[in-house]
Nanobody
Framework: QVQLVESGGGLVQAGGSLRLSCAAS????????MGWYRQAPGKQRELVAE???????NYADSVKGRFTISRDNAKKMVYLQMNSLKPEDTAVYYC?????WGQGTQVTVSS
């Protein structure tokens, strides 16, 4: 079955950086768009960034210029490099692919 396992979350000060990783298994990874989503307390889950099988990317306006999504098809990994983090980036970050979700990783940005 499809499994997505996120890692790399943590506590960081505003202006800092984190790199999230998502390891995929049970799917033909290279064929699928992969996405990062986030959900803050009391808010709906929202798309942060996605990358197509061909490498095209799409970002939420709130993270453009600060976050970068990338993928390594050989390793079945998708990454989210997050720079210039803000307190409003605090959320649980989820990896999504082929309609499946990972368990999420907490990102907390202190002011």
């Amino acid at each position: 079955q499809v499994q997505l396992v996120e890692s790399g979350g943590g506590l960081v000060q505003a202006g800092g950086s984190l790199r999230l990783s998502c390891a995929a298994s049970g799917m033909v990874f290279s064929l699928h768009t992969m996405g990062w989503y986030r959900q803050a307390p009391g808010k709906q889950r929202e798309l942060v960034a996605e990358i197509s099988s061909g490498g095209s990317t799409n970002y939420a306006d709130s993270v453009k210029g600060r976050f970068t999504i990338s993928r390594d098809n050989a390793k079945k990994m998708v990454y989210l490099q997050m720079n210039s983090l803000k307190p409003e980036d605090t959320a649980v970050y989820y990896c999504r692919g082929r309609g499946f979700w990972g368990q999420g990783t907490q990102v907390t940005v202190s002011s």
